[in-house]
């Protein structure tokens, strides 16, 4: 049998999965709660083997239950079962331990099975949780160091990579040669290159250099 515990502010949710939950002959139900203190303190008592954990609710929130369940209880999967897909949602519970993400318009039938699969170690995450996780990876993987620099520092970059020297970099941005080392400092630091040269080598290898 697998354990369940329903977590849920909604006591009309809790029932609705409760009645069909308990049909399903390899599910136990557990225990409900109506919020995310209620919800450790039946977790902790019950150790069931799979928590459905609604993420809004009244006092503390599923992300911060989630987060207290998972360091008290490491083999616990807890499936968060919401109708929020927002960032602000979706990378806190995920970090906080969330094992399965689905959205409140699942099927009863696609739920339990989700649970299944939780109690085999086997996640399922909601196909647009997926994209937006997917988009963001994306997002992360394109961004570049030099994505840092002030316009003004790209310039220098940009004119290091060309093979000026200081003094040429300041006669041609019409700035003070002192003000040029700073922008080349700040490039040092920033991208984390211990000399011009290397500076010079990065321009060319991302194709900054006109």
Not at 17 to 30: F, G, K, R
Not at 66 to 71: G, L, N, R
Not at 105 to 127: H, L, M, N, P, Q
């Amino acid at each position: 049998m697998i354990r369940v515990l329903l977590v849920d502010d909604h006591e009309m949710v809790r029932m609705g999965l409760s009645a069909y939950l308990s049909t399903q002959p390899d599910i136990d139900i557990v225990g409900q709660a109506s919020n995310g203190q209620e919800g450790i303190d039946l977790a902790v008592d019950q150790k069931p083997d799979v928590i459905l954990m609604d993420l809004v609710m009244e006092g503390m929130d599923g992300i911060a239950a989630t987060a207290a369940i998972t360091k008290k209880l490491p083999d616990v999967k807890v499936i968060v079962l919401t109708s929020f897909i927002d960032d602000e949602k979706v990378y806190p519970v995920i970090e906080a331990g969330a094992f399965s993400y689905l959205l409140k318009t699942s099927s009863a039938a696609e739920i339990a099975s989700a649970i299944r699969s939780a109690a085999k170690g086997e996640a399922v995450v909601e196909a647009k949780v997926t994209n937006k996780m997917m988009q963001r990876m994306r997002g992360a993987k394109e961004k570049q160091p030099h994505d840092s620099l002030t316009p003004r520092e790209l310039e220098v970059l940009q004119l290091i990579g060309e093979g000026k020297s200081n003094q040429e970099i300041a006669d041609e941005l019409y700035i003070g040669i002192k003000t040029v080392k700073t922008h080349v400092s700040h490039i040092l630091q920033k991208l984390e290159l211990d000399d011009r040269t290397q500076i010079a080598v990065y321009a060319h290898r991302c194709g900054l250099v006109k």
